[in-house]
């Protein structure tokens, strides 16, 4: 086709235009880089700032980051605590590279994982629950649930809500004859691992195979995050999955009630669930074998049965980390745990975020671990 | 003018104009072989660190329809490949018609007024992050199928074996719909492109000869276009393949091989995306590397089919003219 007059009128008018919006471009470019630049220099970085690197769990991750904004707030910036979620297991293996100065994990180390990074502490900084959270019409909170009905849906022996093993426990509830659909995570997970371990525990169908972060399921569709297995549960009805405490409350999901070992069916909540913290008679040393604590079943009449721990990893002696570990560092981050642990720091601000409070136990024993902390064998706290 | 053009420069010899020359001939010579470059590096790089699994599973891993992460670990790749393909195939049957009306609409069709603002909104529709059409996919599209969509295809169809089962508007048939609404600005895009590249003496000839409207666009412009199209096809194809955020939000993740479109299933893509992150046994990572490689090898083989195809309409084309 020949190019008319107008066409190149056109062209012309289309080229002027690009390059206004070039120098536009570049103009906003300066200004932006004058910005920052002259931020930087009204702004100077305070003296010796310290930056405490973690990563792992997701689960404490609003709580850590929480933590850490008012931490750099109350030190006046000198102390920035970057906690970056990514799971437990990438952060068990952060923390055996020593590429991070702490991780955070749901699980306890696992003998193999110990090995492999000896000294590391288990520091607990605050509890998970998990929650059956359903959704079924005419059914509001608390229908009565035990572990192994739990186990039959989510192997999917028991397929509709009114199964006489479900009704059994609810006498006098009207059920649905409806088809249950079991939501489970389909990424690998904490929530899961806690999840499947108070099922095996309870279940004896449920073997130990089906145990783990992430599960070969038999029935059920999977969501990414507690977000996805929440976004699924409300959406999809006659739906049931298991969510963190946290995110039913915060999207006020219906949640039933488990049986516990002192035959009470208990709701989820951040006293019951403090309660089966509680209730643990004695726990490993800080730098022991904690493989094989569980809260799970806890014992107490108030206790809710599907909790557990979740830890921060943090070496004995810090010279282990390597010449990234200064004494401020270690200085900071022994100062930092031990805020995180009290409730005249951290734990204070764990109830708005619902995550349970530690227990005057629990805290006794993280005093004990952040004491045996040293540099270069110095200890830090005294 | 051109602001930026001479206009009395021409012949006079400038040092910047003869320095332009071989840098720029050098650099676009080694951004070309840099990409060639690069897909052999990330072949090699994939290869080697999927030894581990290719190793314990070997062609086991092509053919097993098991993946359990926990001991004993086993590791196959067949319910996500079927996932990938069907999801796939649900997306150019749903997307590429609507893409072809769309543009055929722009191109020979539409009020010259209304092309313009029409088209920068099916451009917008590519400018949505995957992760909005995957939340869209959970709280608006995938009741809606659930509601409206699934049991009136069930009650017509319901005899069929891919729509029978428990439709809860979590499943491949959803995801579909979300990959095809994710395709079509794409390959609306590059059609309309290829029909405008139509001459008008093609339309000409045909409205002389008597043809209507869609005769001649049926006869004179798409099978002019065919192969442009087809092209716009297998792009659209190629991010429905690759696709993640929106279909594990939709999909339902299940490892499943099942003929229902209604039941849940899973893609590479997708699977890759839930579990790398988190996974820590060396076997495992080593397997979903390898599950990877596989999909870059299934995009690779569409990608040649795609050619021999365009290639064989194209001769085809020439042997009736």
Known sequence: MAATPEDKERLRRGSRRHVGIVVAVIVIALVLVAVAVLAGLLNPAPAQRVTLLGSGATFPYPLITKWSSVYGNETGGRVQVNYQGGGSGAGIQAITAKTVDFAGSDAPLKPSERAAAPGLLHIPETIGAVTAAYNVAGLSSGLNLTGHVLGEIFLGKITTWDHVNISALNPGLVLPSSTITVVHRSDSSGTTFVWTSYLHLENPGWNSTLVGKAINWPVGIGASGNAGVAGKIQTIPDSIGYVELAYTVQSSMKVGKIRNPAGNFVLPSLASTAAAAASVPTFPTPSGDWNNVSILDAAGANSYPIASFTYLLVYQELNTIGTSMTQAKAQALVDFLWWCVHDSGGQQYAASLVYPPLPPTVVTLDEQAIRSITFNGQTLHS | ?321
Request: charged share 10%; net charge neutral.
């Open chain 2, 1 to 321: 003018m051109h602001p930026f053009r001479k206009s009395q420069d021409f012949g006079r010899p400038m040092s910047a104009e003869t320095l332009g020359d071989p840098l720029f001939q050098w650099f676009s010579t080694v951004v070309a072989f840099g990409v060639i470059g690069l897909l052999i590096l990330i072949t090699v790089i994939l290869s080697l660190a999927a030894q581990e699994s290719i190793r314990t599973f070997g062609l086991g891993f092509l053919s097993g329809n098991v993946w359990n992460p926990v001991p004993p670990l086993v590791f196959g790749s067949v319910p996500f490949v079927y996932g990938t393909l069907v999801t796939s195939a649900l997306a150019l049957l749903f997307g590429v018609p609507i893409s072809l009306g769309i543009a055929i609409f722009l191109s020979e069709l539409s009020p010259p007024w209304l092309r313009i603002p029409l088209t920068y909104i099916v451009e917008l529709l590519a400018a949505v992050p995957s992760v909005v059409y995957g939340l869209w996919g959970i709280f608006v599209l995938g009741p809606v199928m659930r509601v409206s969509v699934e049991p009136v295809v069930q009650d017509i169809f319901g005899f069929l074996p891919i729509f029978q089962g428990n439709a809860i508007g979590t499943d491949k048939f959803t995801a579909g719909v979300i990959l095809a609404i994710m395709i079509i600005p794409t390959i609306s895009a590059v059609s309309r492109e290829a029909l405008l590249a139509v001459p008008d003496n093609q339309r000409e000839a045909a409205l002389s000869l008597g043809a209507t409207r869609w005769e001649t666009t049926r006869v004179a412009v798409l099978r002019y276009a065919r192969a442009g199209i087809f092209g716009a096809v297998i792009l659209g194809l190629g991010r429905a393949v690759g696709e993640t955020m929106a279909v594990t939000m939709t999909i339902g993740n299940r490892n499943a091989i099942s003929i229902s479109l209604f039941d849940q299933g899973q893609t590479i893509a997708s699977w890759i995306a839930n579990n790398f992150l988190n996974a820590t046994d060396p076997l495992e990572l080593s397997a979903l590397i390898e599950l990877g490689l596989v999909l870059m090898l299934m995009s690779l083989l569409i990608n040649i089919f795609a050619r021999l195809m365009i290639g064989r309409v194209l001769r085809r084309g020439e042997g009736a003219a």
